[in-house]
């Protein structure tokens, strides 16, 4: 899977389309806002700043700078939302032990848009944590079947 922005212009015209009018709100994850968080079905994006841990990091731009990590979907966003909270997903464990702070965006969506929806954030935003629609192969030479 490739991580990173897509650098192919017809695939941000293809989101440009399809994401328009979708209306995120976001939450850090962190349990007091878990109230907050609909108990209705949706995508949601978990994003990082770099770690202000190391001291570089705490100056401008950095500080300013947002990165996508993980988009994900859930029949249940509060109930998913409590999940990466509670750390049942080790890349999540890893995301906060590093950057510190991780942001919870979302926006509600229908059941039949979910998936569209998310990998289409997947395939723009190539997020470094998701592993979902991933393998390698390797073709070799081609052999006769006798």
């Known amino acids: 899977?490739?991580?990173?922005?897509?650098?192919?212009?017809?695939?941000?015209?293809?989101?440009?389309?399809?994401?328009?009018?979708?209306?995120?709100?976001?939450?850090?994850?962190?349990?007091s806002w878990q109230p907050h968080i609909p108990e209705a079905p949706g995508i949601y994006l978990m994003c990082v700043y770099p770690p202000t841990s190391i001291a570089h990091f705490k100056l401008r731009p950095w500080t300013d700078m947002l990165n996508v990590v993980y988009v994900g979907?859930?029949?249940?966003?509060?109930?998913?939302?409590?999940?990466?909270?509670?750390?049942?997903?080790?890349?999540?464990?890893?995301?906060?032990?590093?950057?510190?702070?991780?942001?919870?965006?979302?926006?509600?969506?229908?059941?039949?848009?979910?998936?569209?929806?998310?990998?289409?954030?997947i395939e723009i935003l190539g997020p470094t944590a998701n592993e979902i629609n991933s393998f390698e192969a390797k073709i070799g030479k081609q052999r006769s079947v006798t």
């Not at 029949?75 to 510190?100: C, D, T």
């Not at 969506?109 to 979910?114: A, E, G």
């Open 1 to 31: 899977m490739r991580k990173g922005w897509t650098l192919d212009n017809d695939t941000w015209r293809r989101a440009a389309a399809e994401l328009t009018n979708l209306e995120y709100r976001s939450f850090r994850l962190e349990k």
């Open 73 to 121: 979907h859930s029949e249940n966003l509060r109930r998913r939302f409590g999940e990466h909270v509670n750390g049942e997903r080790p890349n999540v464990i890893i995301a906060k032990l590093v950057h510190g702070k991780v942001d919870f965006w979302f926006c509600e969506l229908p059941l039949n848009r979910m998936r569209e929806v998310e990998q289409l954030l």
